[in-house]
């Protein structure tokens, strides 16, 4: 049976090898660390523990199953309507970046961000910035449960959402929960990702 909860500080380490392992193939992610960058799992992990640590208290959703001890099987990141996690969290989340990407990383980080803003809507909104499972826990839907369990919280709060679809598969999976494409950019660091809102 798996659960969904809050992540907690203890949690964001494992937390960030999840997602490193979710998104090692990953096409997009793959211009940020290379495929044959030196230390590229070490850096990928120091990527998401930024991404972790910039979501703030509450933004983060884990899965585990208790048939499988206490181990992270899924993980959700999320961006709040009223932002992060705050000056602190945003310096500690810089700090882990640049460690991981590099200052041109951290750069083309900032001109991505900047490429997707024409594309989501004006009005406060979340932002599913990252979302991957273990290899071992696909197929058993966790993704499912760690969307379903947020978006609850988002249709409550009556904000819309964005996500960014690198892959076809993710994108079908998420059409099944109400996202639709918004924009399918051909170039620049967003060419091959859809751009998916999901209305209030």
Same mark, same amino acid.
């Given at each position: 049976?798996v659960?969904?909860e809050t992540?907690?500080?203890?949690?964001?380490e494992?937390?960030a090898?999840?997602?490193?392992?979710?998104f090692?193939?990953d096409?997009?992610?793959a211009?940020f660390?290379?495929?044959?960058a030196s230390?590229?799992e070490q850096?990928?992990?120091?990527?998401f523990?930024g991404?972790?640590?910039?979501?703030?208290p509450?933004?983060?959703?884990?899965?585990?199953?208790?048939?499988r001890g206490?181990?992270?099987?899924?993980?959700?990141?999320w961006?709040?309507?009223?932002?992060?996690?705050?000056?602190?969290g945003a310096?500690?989340?810089l700090?882990?970046a640049?460690?991981?990407?590099?200052?041109?990383?951290?750069?083309m980080?900032g001109?991505?961000?900047?490429?997707?803003r024409?594309?989501?809507?004006?009005?406060?909104h979340?932002h599913l910035e990252?979302?991957g499972?273990?290899a071992?826990?696909r @197929?058993?839907?966790v993704g499912?449960?760690l969307? =379903?369990?947020? $978006?609850?919280?988002?249709?409550?709060?009556? #904000? &819309? /959402?964005?996500?960014?679809?690198?892959?076809?598969?993710?994108?079908?999976?998420?059409?099944?929960y @109400?996202?639709a494409?918004?924009?399918e950019?051909? =170039?620049?660091l $967003?060419?091959?990702?859809a751009?998916m809102? #999901? &209305? /209030?």
């Amino acid at each position: 049976m798996v659960r969904i909860e809050t992540a907690t500080a203890d949690d964001a380490e494992e937390a960030a090898v999840v997602l490193a392992e979710a998104f090692a193939d990953d096409p997009v992610i793959a211009r940020f660390v290379s495929p044959t960058a030196s230390r590229r799992e070490q850096r990928l992990r120091g990527m998401f523990r930024g991404a972790v640590r910039a979501a703030g208290p509450g933004n983060v959703d884990i899965a585990r199953d208790d048939t499988r001890g206490e181990v992270i099987l899924g993980v959700a990141v999320w961006r709040a309507p009223e932002g992060g996690a705050g000056v602190v969290g945003a310096l500690s989340a810089l700090g882990s970046a640049l460690r991981a990407l590099g200052p041109r990383g951290v750069l083309m980080l900032g001109r991505y961000n900047r490429a997707l803003r024409p594309h989501v809507p004006k009005e406060p909104h979340w932002h599913l910035e990252d979302i991957g499972t273990r290899a071992e826990a696909r @197929g058993l839907g966790v993704g499912k449960a760690l969307l =379903a369990h947020r $978006l609850a919280i988002v249709d409550r709060s009556q #904000r &819309p /959402a964005v996500l960014e679809a690198t892959t076809p598969a993710s994108r079908r999976l998420y059409e099944r929960y @109400g996202f639709a494409a918004a924009a399918e950019p051909t =170039a620049g660091l $967003l060419s091959g990702a859809a751009v998916m809102v #999901r &209305p /209030a």
